[in-house]
């Protein structure tokens, strides 16, 4: 089944430049085969770093446990390393209205 899917995704770690390219390139290795887009926003406070991924578009998980589990599967151990925090919501294709 295809879902409309949101994710947010919070990122951080100590301040050494280049967050956001590295954290692009995690996206890439993990949502590369699927059918979705990010937007990433970077921000520096106190000595971290801190990357917002907006992740949007269409997947085939119907549900957050899917998710989760494509997410445990196929995500690296920075991408663990380094979240924080995610916020998600799909809204799985229905016929009708």
Do not use: H
């Not at 390219?21 to 937007?39: H, P, Q, S, V």
């Amino acid at each position: 089944m295809i879902s409309e899917t949101y994710i947010d995704f919070c990122f951080m770690r100590a301040q050494s430049g280049g967050f956001a390219a590295e954290i692009d390139e995690l996206l890439k290795r993990t949502f590369g085969k699927n059918r979705l887009n990010w937007y990433l926003e970077e921000k520096t406070l106190d000595g971290a770093e801190m990357v917002i991924a907006e992740v949007k578009g269409m997947s085939f998980w119907s549900s957050e446990e899917e998710t989760i589990d494509f997410l445990e599967e196929n995500a690296e151990e920075k991408f663990w390393e380094y979240l924080q925090g995610y916020k998600m919501f799909l809204y799985p294709a229905q016929r009708g209205c």
